[in-house]
């Protein structure tokens, strides 16, 4: 995780996620909606997330999403598939920063940055983020 990675750039991903465009994911001129992208980006972090061991029941912690910053990039119309890169961009004690962008084709529709932080379930706090989750999001 050395330097800024071009988020705009489908080379900077190892982790892919893919989506189907919805209908209900339209605005009323026939864009998908701000929203909807939100979820995208949403289910790429979760995806990861879950492949470098969170979101376990039996876990006494979980990750929650503390800022998220959007750029959008280009218009998504229906109906199309994307596809979601999602990496780590930098690991804190108990924050973990993400980049993820959306991609039609090689087009860049938009990029997230996503801070998520480590919190215990039963006291509701900020964690350190435990090392085998550290470990696998170190690669990805």
């Not at 949403?42 to 029941?57: D, K, S, V, W, Y």
């Not at 990750?63 to 750029?71: D, G, M, N, P, Y």
């Not at 980049?99 to 900020?126: M, N, S, W, Y």
Request: hydrophobic share 40%; proline share 5%; net charge negative.
């Amino acid at each position: 995780m050395t330097g800024t990675p071009d988020l705009t750039s489908p080379d900077s991903y190892r982790f892919w996620w893919e989506e189907r465009v919805r209908f209900n994911d339209l605005d009323a001129l026939g864009h998908v909606n701000n929203n909807a992208i939100g979820v995208y980006f949403e289910q790429a972090r979760i995806a990861l997330l879950h492949g470098a061991g969170g979101f376990r029941e039996e876990d006494p912690w979980t990750v929650v999403l503390a800022r998220s910053l959007i750029e959008y990039k280009a218009e998504l119309l229906y109906p199309n598939t994307v596809r979601v890169g999602a990496r780590s961009l930098r690991l804190g004690t108990s924050s973990i920063t993400l980049g993820c962008g959306i991609f039609l084709g090689d087009q860049c529709i938009a990029t997230q940055e996503a801070v998520a932080v480590i919190v215990d379930k039963a006291a509701h706090r900020p964690t350190p983020i435990p090392e085998s989750l550290r470990a696998k999001l170190l690669e990805a």
